[in-house]
C-alpha cells in the first residue's frame, strides 16, 4: 500500500495552517497512516482545490457543444486548480462528467431559464410567467441542487435593460424550486429586477452589477449571495460597443455599470454580502480564469483572505462540499509559494490533484 505524504504549509483555513497530511486511498489523512510500504512526498504551499461557483461546462456561443468539447472545456478548469464548478446553466447534457474521475466535481443548475425572446438563442428553456413554476420544477430535477433564472435582458420596448419576470411569477417559481430541494440564482445585470428577486425568497444573484444601497442592505439582511463575475464584466464596453446602434440606451447603461464595477462590490462585501468567485466561462468566455476572478476581487477592495475564501473555504462551505478535512476526497492545489502573501501565485500551481491522482499541468 502506498500514501502521498504532503508537507505543507496546508491552508486548512483563513487562520488555520498545518504543517502536513498524507493521502491515502484518494482521501486526506492528518494522522502518519501506518503499515504503508511506499511515501512519497509534495512540498508546498497547500489549498483545498479551488472553485468556480458560476461557468457553463457543455455550453459555447451558439448554445451546447459535443461532449469533446465539453471535456475540453473541464481539463481547462482541472489544469487551472479549479476541481469543483457550480455549473450556472447549461443546454448539454453533461452528467456523464460524474463518471469521470479525472475531470472536476460538478454543481449542476440545469438549463437557464428565460423569458421567451429574452435572452441568447438556444440557451434557455424559453417560457411565459404562467409557466415558469413548471419549468422551475422541471430544471430541478436535471440539476444538483439550483435552479438558473435570467431575471433581466434587453427590453426591445424600452431598449434597455429590464426585468423578465412579474413578482407573483417569482414568488411561486421559487417556492416551487424551494419545495423540490434546490436554491435559486439568478441572472441580472440592471437596478431595477433586484429589489422583486430579493424579495422573493432567492438564494443568490449572478453577476448583480446593479446594486444599489437599498437592495445591498436586502441581499446582506437575508444572506443572498452574490457570484459577481468580474471577468466577464470587463466585457462590457465591448458588449456596448456592439449593441450602440440598435439600442443606445443600453448601450449607456452597461458603460456605466461598467464604470462602477469594483465600487459595486466592495459595498456588497463591507456590508456583509456574501460574495463568493465565479468567471462566467463557457459561451464567449474561455475557461480555466478563476485566478483571474480572484485578483479582480481583491482589486475591487475585498482583503486577501476574503478574495481567496471566495475560490477556497468559503465557497466550498456555501457548496456544502468539503475542503482540506478528515477524511475528505483529496482536492488540492499545490503551489510554490504563499498565495496569501501573492494572490497571481493562483496562476501556476505546482501540482493539481483531484480524487487523490496528481495531474501534470499542460
Known sequence: MSALHLRGPLLVGPHEVADSAWVVDGRVTFSRP????????????????????????????DGAV?????????????????????????????????????LPVLIRAGRHIARSRRYIRNYAEEVEPDDLPAAVTR????GDGWVKLVGDWVDRETGDLG???PRAALVAAIAAAHTAGARVTAHCFGEDGLSDLMATGIDGIEHATGLTSDTVGSAAERGIAVVPTLVNIATFPGIAA?????????????????ARRYQTVREAYEAGVPIYAGTDAGGALAHGLVADEVLQLARAGLPVLAA???ATWGARAWLGRDGLVEGAPADLVVYPDDPRADLSVLRAPAHVMLRGIVHSRP
Open 34 to 61: 501506518t503499515a504503508i510500504r511506499e511515501i512519497s512526498t509534495i512540498e508546498g504551499w497547500v489549498l483545498p482545490g479551488l472553485v468556480d461557483a458560476h461557468c457553463h461546462i457543455g455550453l459555447g456561443p
Open 66 to 102: 459535443d461532449d469533446a468539447t465539453s471535456e475540453a472545456q473541464a481539463q481547462t478548469d482541472r489544469d487551472s486548480g479549479a476541481l469543483l464548478l457550480r455549473d450556472a446553466g447549461s443546454a448539454a447534457d453533461t452528467r456523464w462528467v460524474d463518471d469521470r474521475d479525472d
Open 139 to 142: 430544471q430541478a430535477a436535471r
Open 163 to 165: 426585468p423578465c419576470w
Open 242 to 258: 456592439g449593441a450602440e446602434q440598435k439600442f443606445p440606451r443600453y448601450a449607456t447603461h452597461l458603460r456605466a455599470l461598467h
Open 308 to 310: 481567496l475564501s471566495a
